[in-house]
């Protein structure tokens, strides 16, 4: 069974939003700080942002104010919120099933691709 599964992204235009979805094993959702990570073509896998059971946040700077991540609980599913997507979004996402400060210990997901035309 994969740890987490990544979905919500495709090919959107600039200022348009999208909602991304990490489905989690129940365990996983129950016990690990997680967090979302992105990276463009040529460059390398950064963080976007993390959340704590407890629901406690943080985001890179890049992130701060137009992504907001968030837990559902029922659905134990960790969203990440983007708005006002601009083409330097164009990666892929991926979800950590365990964050230790802001780097992944754990599992990834398969990664969802967000596309912003310009």
């Known amino acids: 069974q994969v740890p987490v599964v990544e979905s919500g992204g495709g090919l959107v235009q600039a200022g348009e939003s999208l909602r991304l979805s990490c489905a989690a094993d129940a365990i996983i959702f129950g016990v690990n700080p997680m967090g979302w990570f992105r990276q463009a073509p040529g460059k390398q896998r950064d963080m976007v942002a993390t959340i704590t059971v407890g629901g406690t946040t943080n985001y890179a700077d890049s992130a701060k104010g137009r992504f907001t991540i968030a837990r559902d609980n029922a659905k134990k599913t960790v969203v990440l919120q983007i708005n006002s997507l601009k083409p330097e979004d164009t990666a892929v996402y991926y979800c950590?099933?365990?964050?230790?400060?802001?780097?992944?210990?754990?599992?990834w997901g398969q990664g969802t691709q967000v596309t912003v035309s310009s």
């Open positions: 950590c099933s365990l964050i230790v400060d802001t780097r992944c210990f754990g599992s």
